[in-house]
């Protein structure tokens, strides 16, 4: 019923960029707010970057100045573009949908591998 369908990861060399992209269906796209998490090996998932469905942008530390987090209502898609990346950058990156007013309507993709390596 409601997917979230997460693409453009791969593999890259440091310094590289990605744009990662997360389509969405079932859901009314412009009352969610949404997120980019990402989890690497043996380590926590974590927040990388979220963009509200009527609010401010927001990064984690590690990705300031590097990661652009974007949508298109019109497409019903998030977007993050990657540049300057680095090896501790690899990861499942995966995206979030919050209902802005019934946050236990949450929804998640099933991720895409990013893989940063010389």
């Known amino acids: 019923q409601v997917q979230l369908v997460e693409s453009g990861g791969g593999l890259v060399q440091p310094g590289g960029s990605l744009r990662l992209s997360c389509a969405a269906s079932?859901?009314?796209?412009?009352?969610?707010?949404m997120a980019w998490y990402r989890q690497a090996p043996g380590k926590q998932r974590e927040l990388v970057a979220t963009i509200p469905s009527g609010g401010t942008t927001t990064y984690a530390d590690s990705v300031k100045g590097r990661f652009t987090i974007s949508r298109d209502n019109a497409k019903n898609t998030v977007y993050l573009q990657m540049n300057s990346l680095k090896p501790e950058d690899t990861a499942v990156y995966y995206c979030?949908?919050?209902?802005?007013?019934?946050?236990?309507?949450?929804?998640w993709g099933q991720g895409t591998q990013v893989t940063v390596s010389s």
């Open positions: 979030n949908a919050e209902n802005r007013i019934l946050a236990s309507y949450n929804y």
């Open positions: 079932g859901i009314r796209f412009s009352i969610y707010n």
